[in-house]
């Protein structure tokens, strides 16, 4: 119930943005973006999902789903995590990997949580120096970038310490009433994950190249729309606007909200900065339910 609260106080802001921008003007600027640019927002979507998908194979290591039977769940936790508050929807993937494999719950959710703290991390160093390099003319930057980089420190201190922290914990986890067992095998499966360098090492480059992708997505969007955004840009804009709209727990209308307000920074018109970042995120949401209903259809007819 209080996420169903969250999601419509989150709808309720967008349309109040998009009311207060006009829903005129939202429309003749989406009307001005370059089809071509929307194409290549659309291949470097597609590519960071192709991206998580090697994630996923990776960490489920040997009798791994196949690519095609891993691109329904993670491209419908894809949408779920960026409408609910602070991501809250994405569990559905590791619930539906594992109910359509018949692999444990606890080692789908250590896989997701492995996956999405990595990238986490990257995130932050990712957008930390594009924030710094941006945020001489950004004020709002300034303090963001203090705050990315105490969080990356800490973040990066608790990756390395994480395996041995978590066999510590797992035996209280066990003894708790009725979750105990299951909370145990999910610790387990997790220390097992992070103390791999095997895995983790690989991890982080597909991490870095996922958001590489997701920057310049925005970028080819933001360049269609007829702004002077780099590609660095790009990068502190998306960053901000993701961070904040985890941290806020307020996921629609709050990323862009935030995005417009950067965007602005780097000169671009407040109604035009938000246009843009919504047209873009409208237009992700689109490829995700895409990907999730056009998949299994397309398995169906295979078999």
Not at 217 to 235: E, F, K, M, R, Y
């Amino acid at each position: 119930m209080r996420r169903w609260i969250v999601l419509v106080a989150s709808l309720a802001i967008l349309l109040t943005l998009v009311r207060v921008a006009g829903f005129r003007e939202v429309g003749e600027i989406w009307r001005s973006v370059r089809p071509a640019g929307v194409l290549l927002s659309v291949a470097c979507y597609f590519a960071s999902i192709a991206v998580r998908i090697l994630s996923w194979r990776r960490l489920l290591g040997e009798g791994a789903p196949s690519v095609r039977g891993l691109t329904p769940p993670l491209a419908l936790g894809f949408v779920l995590g960026h409408v609910t508050p602070a991501k809250s929807g994405e569990p559905a993937s590791a619930l539906l990997v594992s109910r359509a494999f018949g692999i444990p719950l606890s080692r789908t959710l250590s896989v997701l949580t492995a996956e999405r703290a990595i990238q986490l991390l990257v995130l932050l160093a990712t957008f930390v120096p594009a924030a710094a390099f941006t945020a001489g003319r950004v004020l709002e930057l300034r303090g963001a970038v203090r705050g990315a980089a105490a969080l990356l420190v800490v973040l990066a201190a608790a990756t390395l310490f994480a395996a041995p922290l978590l066999r510590r914990t797992r035996p209280a986890a066990q003894r708790i009433p009725r979750f105990g067992p299951v909370l145990g095998e999910y610790l387990e499966a997790l220390e097992v994950l992070l103390s791999d360098r095997a895995r983790v090492i690989p991890l982080l480059a597909l991490g870095t190249l996922f958001w590489t992708l997701q920057y310049l997505s925005l970028w080819a969007i933001l360049d269609a729309g007829g702004t002077s955004v780099n590609p660095i840009g790009a990068a502190a804009v998306a960053g901000a606007a993701i961070l904040g709209g985890t941290l806020t727990l307020l996921p629609l209308g709050t990323q862009d909200g935030i995005s417009a307000v950067v965007l602005a920074g780097l000169g671009v018109p407040m109604r035009r900065g938000f246009s843009l970042a919504l047209f873009h995120t409208v237009l992700s949401l689109a490829c995700g339910a895409g990907l999730a209903l056009v998949a299994p259809l397309a398995m169906r007819r295979e078999r």
